[in-house]
């Protein structure tokens, strides 16, 4: 079935089509971030800068905490990451191997939970942290998301496929539940865990609404927030300086995407996080 | 397999349970006990009914928004699945060049809405940014998509689009996998056209994996904030005022508790309809949950390399 020639150049420029519509809004960015500001008011649509200027990027540093910001976020990301794993997994062994009355109900807790998001509670959980006096820490960013639900029901999924045996054999040879659970069982499910941590930390490192709704000032401001913020505290025409801040915001998320991308995309087809 | 202790289950899930019961069980319980005062976070709580509904079911109001949220959904959903689609055909050939622009495609779904809400103010401003300057360039008057009441709503679809189109693209290719190759060349034996073949023999065997990437963004989008709090806060002339906006503004500009509460509740119960919606598409048309796509077996997903 080979097409004919001038089809598969038709679909050859089709594809190209759409590499440039997703391409390019990128390269705009990352060109208008080395602009100055009389370049960028003249040519916004200029593929190229006259020279690299930096000045947008130290304006940036000026304006927020990058290093601060930045700190603040990749802590929050992979506390809220590692957690979501470590307490997967005895989660996801007991609803997967463990006969006990209860099993529905817990699972059931579990499934009603991936219906909930967090914008369908936020109101209720800043009430909460507000009485608390929790707002603006990272308890309040971190804590919420401790446990997903996506996270238990793909580890329960992925342990459903281990044999019995292994766990029994274990059991025989004196292991602990412990050592069941984080030494033997979640290296068998590598795949699944690496995948969930990943996108885990993406999506968290992305996240704007719950910092938004959580933080009140500066405290435990994440880089998103800040980012946004570029824009809000400037006038309409400073586009130089909020394109250096995406960049700068975008920057990591897409070097871990280019070294990770069979992860995060088998991810993304297990599921949404 | 027997647990060694009859409290050994109960200790592993207690972790997870508190704490989803914590954060996502109870919250929707306080929501609506709160729905029924009114309180603005200083002086006391007073005891109003339904005082709170009524006020937001006044002039439409919530109507309003939800048509809205809807029509900003549908519009997400048809773009994604079309785009996504089309992709996923066009790019599902071997080849480096084929593997980059999948890259691409998918690599805003990784970026963050913050940056890619920013960007395309930028793109769309009619004034200092590029389509400004395109417009300017062919003699017609600079327009800002943005500021205009009729087109906001479309310019925040198009760019959710934009971010989204890589993921029903993935999900799109996993389907394809799913389509046996001798199939097609049978029904091209038989002299079948490539749209026929598209038309009687992929499109059928993709339908559950439509009504998957379909129910899902429907789902997503309906949650939609980031957009609207970046690039039109609910503006102009409130044509962008979408649900968990809306529910954002009562709570921390208007500081009613009560109201915010209130449309939280309305909001749950439409995404719970939407969901049992996602749940019976799934089991009418794939006859069964197992025919959506499964965390496990993704490897049959052609990848980005």
């Known amino acids: 079935m080979k097409a004919g020639r001038p089809l598969s150049w038709f679909l050859l420029a089709l594809a190209c089509v759409a590499a440039a519509t997703w391409l390019l809004p990128y390269a705009w960015m990352v060109a208008s971030s080395f602009k100055t500001l009389p370049e960028i008011v003249a040519h916004p649509t200029a593929p190229f ?34 957690a979501q794993i470590a307490l997967a997994l005895p989660a996801g062994y007991a609803l997967a191997k463990l006969h006990f009355a209860g099993t529905r109900f817990a699972f059931g807790v579990v499934l009603a939970c991936l219906l909930v998001p967090a914008q369908a509670t936020f109101v209720s959980v800043f009430l909460l942290f507000a009485e608390l ?111 250096a801040g995406n960049v700068v915001l975008s920057a990591p998320v897409l070097a871990l995407f280019a070294v990770a991308q069979r992860h995060l995309v088998r991810a993304a087809g297990g599921g949404q996080s | 397999m027997t647990p060694r202790a009859p409290w050994h289950p109960w200790a592993m899930l207690a972790p997870t349970l508190a704490l989803l019961v914590v954060f996502f069980v109870v919250p929707i319980g306080v929501a609506a006990c709160e729905s029924f005062f009114s309180w603005d976070l200083l002086t006391p709580h007073r005891f109003v009914g339904l005082a709170n509904y009524r006020a937001l079911g006044a002039h439409g109001e919530i109507v309003a928004v939800a048509l809205r949220t809807l029509a900003y959904s549908s ?49 769309l401003d009619g004034n200092s940014g590029v389509l400004g300057a395109l417009l300017r360039r062919l003699g017609a008057n600079p327009v800002s998509p943005l500021g205009d009441p009729r087109w906001a709503l479309p310019t925040l679809a198009l760019v959710a689009v934009w971010k989204l189109t890589g993921y029903a693209m993935i999900i799109f290719l996993a389907g394809l996998q799913g389509v046996p190759r001798a199939l097609l060349e049978a029904a091209a034996l038989d002299g079948a056209s490539p749209v026929a073949r598209f038309r009687y023999v992929t499109m059928p065997l993709l339908a559950p994996t439509t009504a998957f990437v379909a129910t899902t963004s429907l789902v997503t989008s309906f949650q939609a904030f980031d957009v609207v709090r970046i690039m039109t806060q609910g503006g102009p002339a409130r044509a962008t005022e979408l649900f968990v906006y809306e529910i954002y503004e009562q709570i921390f500009l208007n500081l009613s508790v009560g109201r915010a509460s209130a ?41 980005l390399q």
Do not use: C
């Not at chain 2, 959903?77 to 071997?94: C, E, I, K, N, S």
């Open chain 2, 75 to 123: 519009l997400v959903v048809a773009g994604t699945v079309a785009l996504g689609l089309a992709l996923a055909l066009l790019l599902d050939r071997p080849g480096r060049l084929f593997a980059f622009v999948r890259a691409s495609v998918f690599s805003a779904y990784v970026v963050s809405w913050v940056a890619v809400a920013l960007l395309w103010m930028w793109l």
């Open chain 1, 49 to 82: 800068p006259e020279r690299l200027d930096t000045g947008a990027y130290r304006e940036v540093f000026r304006a927020i905490p990058v290093v601060r910001y930045m700190l603040v976020t990749i802590v929050m990301a992979s506390a809220i990451a590692v």
């Open chain 2, 263 to 303: 449309l939280t509740v309305v909001f749950f119960l439409l995404l719970f309809a939407l969901a049992g919606l996602e749940l019976r598409v799934w089991r009418t048309r794939t006859g069964g949950p197992a025919a959506r796509p499964k965390p496990d077996g993704q490897d049959r997903v052609r990848g």
């Open chain 1, 133 to 243: 006096r929790l707002v603006d820490t990272m308890t309040a960013l971190v804590l919420p998301f401790a446990a997903s639900a996506l996270g238990t029901f793909l580890v329960r999924q992925a342990l459903l496929g281990v044999p019995d045996e292994i766990i029994e054999a274990a059991r025989m040879d004196g292991a602990g539940e412990w050592t069941i659970i984080y030494r033997i069982l979640g290296p068998m499910i590598k795949p699944t865990l690496v995948s969930l941590l990943l996108v885990s930390f993406v999506f968290h490192y992305n996240d704007y609404f719950w910092p938004l709704v959580m933080t009140t000032g500066d405290r435990v401001r994440t880089l998103p927030l800040g980012v946004a913020l570029l824009r809000e505290q400037g006038t309409g025409v400073r586009w130089h300086i909020v394109m």
